[in-house]
Nanobody, 119 residues
């Protein structure tokens, strides 16, 4: 079983920055993708970024490429999402998730953290 706990959300003005954290526990994380997703009101949940825990390979949605950075701290079992140049359209609940590299679906999800960007 894997437990994921997000933190770091809040209210920020457009152009500002926030850093989200996702503390993971419950298993070893080699061979796992850690991802960030978001869901805005009235919209479907969408992929934001992921990182392959073992080697740090990353991938981003086009909408956040160049503004967001995903990273991990092996010693702390924590994944981060640094969000810069935030836009009002980035407003959403952000979720951390984990899946095995052999799995097509994300198996574990955090409770989510609200990010609100004011114009």
């Amino acid at each position: 079983q894997v437990s994921l706990v997000e933190s770091g959300g809040g209210l920020v003005q457009a152009g500002g920055s926030l850093r989200l954290s996702c503390a993971a526990s419950g298993r070893t994380f080699s061979g796992v993708f850690m991802g960030w997703f978001r869901q805005a009101p009235g919209k479907e949940r969408e992929f934001v970024a992921h990182i392959l825990w073992s080697v740090g390979t990353t991938h981003y949605a086009n909408s956040v490429k160049g503004r967001f950075t995903i990273s991990r701290d092996n010693a702390k079992n924590t994944v981060y999402l640094q969000m810069n140049s935030l836009k009002p359209e980035d407003t959403a609940v952000y979720y951390c998730a984990a899946r095995k590299v052999t799995s097509a679906e994300y198996d574990y999800w955090g409770q989510g953290t609200q990010v609100t960007v004011s114009s």
